[in-house]
């Protein structure tokens, strides 16, 4: 197995959760896995010799459960800091690390297509694309474009809406909820992915190897996932966790509000009034009578200042026609 065929084949360089997996279950089970010929291969080992022949970093091996977990878990991370710039035996350039996920072609192990005056299986083909330099580093520079087509048209989304439709600032942020934003964004990366597919097929020469090569997966890959999204909401199928934790960011969102305002209370005046209406209350329950009722209910607007709507006695006003509230 050569250096590059490793990086890809070699589950435990993979830079992704099954990369994380396979990692640690070797350590548990003192074995290598690969991806080979469509099927997954296993290869035990007490020492780790499979991969001395093609690490650039010692391999860590843990003793007890929390160990092994911690040494699984750094020696995918330092494999993928090793090779992400490309191996270290190699001329050149170099095969890095993988894109994630990548390393499930390796199970295709079918189809039938022209390479040169040879056939090939989809895996095979994988292989010798990732060995041309389709690696994450490449990935990195396929997902410029994709990034700016999607932030250019959220952009002007934003732009239409609050200036040409003068919606407010709070409703022009892009999400998801909006079905026209939506739309626009399938159709600005369909656009995108129709280019770049008719450029690696017209520039391939038949080549699938070439036509690989040329094709910008980020952006299909992208395609896919917002197409998917829009079945799922025009179906009604939602993901329960995303709908919590949406939910949960309203519910924060209004807890800060709600202190903020709370922040702003004197609660010294606060108690002082609590406190006067406390005693207020207790001296209204010792009244024996109406008229000490009401003695003590002119006294307290009195004393807060409060004028009554109304001149002389109460009774007097109530016999009164032409007699109006004034509140002041």
Known sequence: MSTKNHHL??????????????SILNQFTSTSSFFS?????????????????????????????AAKLFCGFLNWLFHIMSDVAGSSGAIGRGSGVALPFYELFQLCDFGNLQVGQYRNTIATIATKVFE??????FGLTMSIPVILCDLSIKLLWAIKH??????PLSECIPNKWHDDLRIMLIFGDGTLCLMDGADAAIRSGGNWVNFFLRLNIIAWFRLVSLVLREICIRTGISFPVQKQLETNAKVNDALKLYLSELEQIDFEAFRKETEHYNR???QIERVDNENELNILLKLECKLQGISLPYEGEFNDFMQDRNGKLVFQ
């Open 9 to 22: 084949k070699s589950l435990a360089h993979s830079p992704d959760p099954i990369g994380l997996f396979f």
């Open 37 to 65: 010929n469509g099927k997954l291969i296993t290869i035990e080992t007490e020492s780790f010799d499979v991969q001395e022949n093609f690490r650039d970093w010692p391999l860590l091996q843990g003793h007890n459960f």
């Open 132 to 137: 041309e330099g389709y690696d994450a580093r």
């Open 162 to 167: 609050y200036f040409y439709n003068k919606r």
């Open 280 to 282: 207020m209350i207790t």
